[in-house]
């Protein structure tokens, strides 16, 4: 194998690019609600032991990129655009006004605007610190963060307490520091109803993310069952405007089924928003891209949404991999990411009209024949071979993963 000069290796990539075949136009992933991050775009490829791999890009150049790749939607932190220095001065505005020409002039959309609260030391000790002055300057960044979501035309607001937490036992005392992080969402959310009146919009769908490990080494609201908790405690002046925005891999980490998190949030009518990436269980936040870990579970959890029909957005929160140049971002990372996602939610969609599945599922809601359904040894005989359909079931769903329900096989 020769060495390949670097003048020829992103000749090499777009060709072995082309020749896997498969990718839809950037008119095709229009049509699905798929949003892309600022910050995943960006992302430099640095973490807590690595130094940044990739160039720094503005948010001109990432929303350039996604309307060349057909991705229609586009997301934000306060401060992955906005230094936070200028966070609600004239600095701000000048800035917003810019990303709107951009957004513009790609024909994109800002369908959802987040408030850092975990980065910066002023959050050492959490949005909702014991420190007054700490707990007023988290009002006033997510009462900003809701004028600018509105300013750039946003539907969703997502909160990300990371920091809600503490690292040693006793510092805190959990339910004060419950109460003060509801303080912050009910000024979020009172300042929506104003804007929102004065601009005659609708009010932003306020969603919280859940994440079981890290930053702290406790975290006092871990999964979104917590969350879902926590919306209705009565700790929140408006419950009915919070809901949740669940990430595939924070569910996956802590060793559950993210498809029964998200049934839980249907059934409660707060699955609003979803963070799409995978990974690993019991492991760290590695945000790799949708499909590449788990792409039998993915099939099911898009079934369950389609079955539902959900009807939010899909943001790509996941992090290009730190092997991946600046140009691979954007020629590779985020067109496959889509292209997977599109296949998988079509897939789905030839799992629910599966006559196979369909007669199967049927069968074992039908049940066995009658019997006397105070006798459970009746009860189990009149079941036992419908029962073996559920293993039946989960190897259609492989067929219909790698093609095999289309005859496909391979020889031995």
């Avoid at 000790?125 to 420190?131: R, V």
């Avoid at 946003?154 to 959990?174: I, R």
Wanted: proline share 6%; net charge neutral.
């Amino acid at each position: 194998m020769k060495p390949v000069p670097a003048t020829k290796q992103q000749a090499l990539v777009d060709r072995l690019t082309k020749a896997c075949g498969g990718a839809y136009t950037a008119a095709t992933r229009r049509k699905y609600y798929i949003s892309g991050p600022q910050w995943a775009a960006a992302y430099q490829g640095q973490a807590l032991f690595h130094a940044p791999t990739r160039e720094a890009i503005g948010f001109e150049d990432v929303i350039r990129e996604y309307a060349k790749i057909g991705i229609g939607h586009w997301t934000t932190h306060d401060t992955d655009v906005i230094p936070t220095p200028a966070l609600g001065k004239d600095e701000q505005w000048t800035i917003v006004s810019l990303i709107q020409k951009s957004l513009k002039k790609h024909g994109l959309e800002c369908s959802m605007v987040t408030t850092e609260t975990f980065f910066h030391a002023v959050w050492a000790a959490s949005p909702a610190a014991e420190s007054p002055q700490v707990r007023e300057y988290a009002s006033f960044r997510v009462r900003n963060t809701v004028d600018v979501g509105h300013e750039l035309g946003a539907k969703f607001a997502v909160y990300w307490p990371g920091s809600l937490g503490y690292y040693t036992q006793g510092a805190v005392e959990e339910t004060e520091t419950l109460r003060w992080y509801a303080d912050a969402l009910n000024a979020a959310c009172e300042r929506d109803i104003e804007v929102a009146k004065k601009k005659k919009r609708p009010t932003l769908k306020h969603c919280l993310e859940a994440k079981p490990f890290e930053p702290q080494a406790e975290i006092l609201l871990p999964t979104s069952d917590a969350m879902m908790a926590f919306i209705f405690s009565g700790l929140l002046t408006h419950p009915e405007m919070v809901g949740l925005n669940p990430e595939y891999l924070h569910e996956l980490m802590w060793g559950a089924a993210p498809r029964a998190a998200l049934a839980r949030a249907l059934v409660a009518g707060k699955l609003w928003h979803f963070d799409i990436n995978d990974g690993y269980r019991l492991k760290h936040d590695v945000d790799i891209a949708i499909g590449l870990v788990n792409p039998l579970d993915w099939l099911n959890v898009l079934v369950l949404l389609r079955s539902h029909n959900y009807n939010g957005p899909f943001n790509l929160d996941y992090k290009p991999p730190r092997t991946t140049s600046n140009r691979g971002v954007f020629s590779v990372s985020f067109p496959t990411a889509v292209d997977r996602f599109i296949t998988l939610w079509e897939m789905a969609g030839d799992v629910i009209s599966d006559p196979i599945i369909k007669e199967a599922l049927d069968a074992l809601k039908a049940g066995g024949e009658p019997v006397d359904t105070r006798d459970a040894e009746a009860v189990t005989a009149a079941h036992r071979d419908l029962l073996t359909l559920h293993e039946l079931v989960a190897h259609r769903m492989f067929q219909i993963l790698v093609g095999a329900h289309r005859g496909r096989t391979f020889s031995a």
